[in-house]
């Protein structure tokens, strides 16, 4: 059953993942900002989400696109002012519409004041102890202390000038702070402070799986392959999923609750088992955590079940909500991976596409997926541009790529600039309506020229486009009792279809087998990924029903 109203909104809200550099640019310069977002809140607003996620707006040198912030109580001046972001959160609220920011806790960047007073103050000094400073290993020190690697390539460890070597996760540029310091506790609680009291209804946490790291900072050692067939197993990581990582979080949900209304956090985690990922979304931790098990499973109806049923047991189980994601900044748009036989899914695992992309393909499957996912009892993310079916940009020219992972993989990874192209608003060429008319300055990243067929504009009205199954899904998930929030009982079908009941009357059935499937006799359809012809639901096609009498399979 659903849950009564006053169940926090977090627990089924639709959330739309705003790419700032890349939604909507108001200052002409390119770039998206907040002036293009309070721009597009009507469009929000009748696309029907109930709140969105901003990638990170801080100061930032931007060497990681804003993933490395210099400044966490300022704005970036490329994104526009803290008046104006204090300006677009009053008016999401007007729209109805929450406003959550990206908060990123594991690193800052290499020119916040603490690491240029570490840089500064040199080798065992205090200022160093809110990093990860360590000598070299090898008589001159010469050899990085561990062989802990990047996740965007090559050593963690960079060497200075005085010998010491810091720790980075990611790019040199984002150093990792030692959550073993007091500092750094009470910096971000306040910083959550001074987001919260501006009205912001919560954060997404980056990297939340890493904060914590092991005591002496042991080498990595070799993890042993996943067993096909077989239930994955939670391994000791030096610096992933460490459990003294909730205590942090504990503090933060205490600070969110200081304050009035429903504030929340989404944890980015990356966990080996849906029990690992539970463990971030107690009741006294983080609200909800991104479903990543269901954006990287294939398009196959027994993987997917798997996911569905663990991710509602495991997060159930400690009274969490699921959340559904297909797409997001880091990862190949869903409509290029479902295009194709299989193909890398996170960009830092090296892209590798398996065979040619079959466009339509991978719309038709992205059309059902989205029946799908916002059917499932839960809440859901839509990544920007999904709504409109964007694919994956795969010809970028070498010369304008700009993410870390491009550079720090010697060009053998393309990174993640592909999903993160300027959306195309209207108009019959770039940028689309991405920039006023009068801009000085291309978008950042060129849009393909076909992209005029995916504009805001040509969709709008069209009733076979992605944008008005998008509106038409949300919609309907709004006003019908029986979605967001609540639990589904699975149907007898057979194997490739999926189909599962949720009360009252709803069903939603997908299929990703190879034969046509007849739908329920005494069901009405709400809404179909294609249209439904002689009561047949074609292959990779799914469909939102109406139904009367419908009994569950045994479980
Ligand atoms: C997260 C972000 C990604 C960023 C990384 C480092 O994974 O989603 O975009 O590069 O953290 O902050």
């Given at each position: 059953?659903?849950?009564?109203?006053?169940?926090?909104?977090?627990?089924?809200?639709?959330?739309?993942?705003?790419?700032?550099?890349?939604?909507?640019?108001?200052?002409?310069?390119?770039?998206?900002?907040?002036?293009?977002?309070?721009?597009?809140?009507?469009?929000?607003?009748?696309l029907?989400?109930?709140?969105?996620?901003?990638?990170?707006?801080?100061?930032?040198p931007?060497?990681?696109?804003?993933?490395?912030?210099?400044?966490?109580?300022?704005?970036?001046?490329?994104?526009?002012?803290?008046?104006?972001a204090?300006?677009?959160?009053?008016?999401?609220?007007?729209?109805?519409?929450?406003?959550?920011?990206?908060?990123?806790?594991?690193?800052?960047?290499?020119?916040?004041?603490?690491?240029?007073?570490?840089?500064?103050?040199?080798?065992?000094?205090?200022?160093?102890?809110?990093?990860?400073?360590?000598?070299?290993?090898?008589?001159?020190?010469?050899?990085?202390?561990?062989?802990?690697?990047?996740?965007?390539?090559?050593?963690?460890?960079?060497?200075?000038?005085?010998?010491?070597?810091?720790?980075?996760?990611?790019?040199p540029?984002?150093?990792?702070?030692?959550?073993?310091?007091?500092?750094v506790?009470?910096?971000f609680?306040?910083?959550?402070?001074?987001?919260?009291?501006?009205?912001?209804?919560?954060?997404?946490?980056?990297?939340?799986?890493?904060?914590?790291?092991?005591?002496?900072?042991?080498?990595?050692?070799?993890r042993?392959?996943?067993?096909?067939?077989?239930?994955?197993?939670?391994?000791?990581?030096?610096?992933?999923?460490?459990?003294?990582?909730?205590?942090?979080?504990?503090?933060?949900?205490?600070?969110?609750?200081?304050?009035?209304?429903?504030?929340?956090?989404?944890?980015?985690?990356?966990?080996?088992?849906?029990?690992?990922?539970?463990?971030?979304?107690?009741?006294?931790?983080?609200?909800?955590?991104?479903n990543?098990?269901?954006?990287?499973?294939?398009?196959?109806?027994?993987?997917?079940?798997?996911?569905?049923?663990?991710?509602?047991?495991?997060l159930?189980?400690?009274?969490?909500?699921?959340?559904w994601?297909?797409?997001?900044?880091?990862?190949?748009?869903?409509?290029?991976?479902?295009?194709?036989?299989?193909?890398?899914?996170?960009?830092?695992?090296?892209?590798?596409?398996?065979?040619?992309?079959?466009?339509?393909?991978?719309?038709?499957?992205?059309?059902?997926?989205?029946?799908?996912?916002?059917?499932?009892?839960?809440?859901?993310?839509?990544?920007?541009?999904?709504?409109?079916?964007?694919?994956?940009?795969?010809?970028?020219?070498?010369?304008?790529?700009?993410?870390?992972?491009?550079?720090?993989?010697?060009?053998?990874?393309?990174?993640?600039?592909?999903?993160?192209?300027?959306?195309?608003?209207?108009?019959?060429?770039?940028?689309?309506?991405?920039?006023?008319?009068?801009?000085?300055?291309?978008?950042?990243l060129?849009?393909?020229?076909?992209?005029?067929?995916?504009?805001?504009?040509?969709?709008?009205?069209?009733?076979?486009?992605?944008?008005?199954?998008?509106?038409?899904?949300?919609r309907?998930?709004?006003?019908?009792?029986a979605?967001?929030?609540?639990?589904?009982?699975?149907?007898?079908?057979?194997?490739?279809?999926?189909?599962?009941?949720?009360?009252?009357?709803?069903?939603?059935?997908?299929?990703?087998?190879?034969?046509?499937?007849?739908?329920?006799?005494?069901?009405?359809?709400?809404?179909?990924?294609?249209?439904?012809?002689?009561?047949?639901?074609?292959?990779?096609?799914?469909?939102?029903?109406?139904?009367?009498?419908?009994?569950?399979?045994?479980?």
């Amino acid at each position: 059953m659903s849950q009564p109203s006053k169940a926090p909104w977090w627990r089924s809200a639709v959330i739309y993942q705003v790419y700032i550099r890349s939604f909507a640019d108001g200052s002409g310069d390119g770039v998206g900002d907040i002036a293009g977002i309070r721009s597009r809140l009507p469009y929000l607003k009748s696309l029907g989400v109930d709140a969105i996620w901003i990638n990170p707006w801080f100061k930032s040198p931007q060497a990681d696109h804003g993933y490395d912030v210099s400044d966490y109580r300022a704005i970036d001046e490329l994104f526009g002012t803290v008046a104006e972001a204090e300006q677009l959160v009053a008016e999401a609220h007007r729209h109805g519409i929450r406003v959550v920011p990206d908060i990123v806790p594991n690193h800052t960047s290499d020119q916040h004041a603490w690491f240029r007073a570490a840089l500064a103050a040199g080798p065992g000094s205090p200022e160093r102890e809110r990093y990860i400073f360590r000598p070299g290993l090898g008589p001159d020190g010469t050899l990085p202390p561990n062989n802990w690697v990047s996740e965007f390539g090559g050593p963690a460890w960079t060497r200075l000038p005085d010998g010491d070597w810091y720790l980075h996760l990611f790019a040199p540029e984002q150093p990792d702070l030692d959550w073993n310091h007091p500092d750094v506790h009470a910096e971000f609680e306040d910083v959550l402070r001074f987001w919260f009291g501006r009205g912001v209804d919560g954060f997404r946490v980056d990297v939340a799986h890493g904060l914590v790291k092991a005591p002496g900072l042991p080498d990595l050692t070799p993890r042993p392959d996943p067993v096909p067939g077989e239930p994955r197993r939670h391994v000791d990581h030096p610096h992933w999923d460490r459990d003294e990582v909730h205590d942090i979080f504990r503090a933060w949900r205490k600070v969110a609750d200081e304050f009035p209304g429903d504030r929340c956090f989404v944890a980015e985690a990356w966990a080996d088992t849906p029990e690992r990922l539970a463990a971030y979304v107690r009741a006294d931790t983080l609200h909800t955590a991104f479903n990543f098990d269901f954006l990287t499973a294939s398009w196959d109806a027994e993987e997917l079940r798997t996911v569905v049923d663990d991710s509602l047991a495991m997060l159930g189980a400690v009274g969490a909500p699921a959340t559904w994601v297909l797409s997001n900044h880091d990862v190949v748009r869903h409509p290029s991976r479902y295009g194709r036989r299989g193909a890398g899914h996170w960009a830092g695992a090296r892209y590798a596409p398996d065979g040619p992309l079959d466009p339509a393909l991978g719309i038709r499957r992205a059309r059902a997926a989205a029946l799908l996912s916002l059917a499932l009892p839960g809440s859901v993310y839509v990544y920007q541009g999904e709504e409109l079916g964007l694919p994956e940009v795969e010809d970028l020219p070498e010369s304008v790529r700009q993410d870390p992972m491009w550079e720090r993989t010697g060009h053998t990874d393309p990174g993640r600039d592909g999903c993160r192209v300027p959306l195309p608003w209207s108009g019959q060429r770039t940028p689309f309506g991405f920039s006023p008319d009068d801009a000085t300055a291309e978008p950042w990243l060129p849009q393909p020229a076909s992209w005029h067929e995916l504009t805001v504009e040509a969709q709008t009205g069209d009733p076979a486009s992605v944008l008005e199954l998008y509106r038409a899904a949300l919609r309907l998930r709004r006003a019908h009792p029986a979605l967001g929030d609540g639990t589904l009982a699975w149907l007898d079908t057979p194997p490739g279809v999926l189909a599962f009941r949720r009360d009252p009357g709803f069903v939603c059935v997908v299929n990703l087998s190879a034969a046509p499937y007849p739908l329920p006799g005494d069901s009405r359809v709400l809404l179909g990924s294609a249209p439904v012809e002689d009561g047949v639901l074609g292959t990779d096609h799914a469909v939102w029903l109406e139904i009367q009498d419908v009994q569950p399979s045994t479980p």
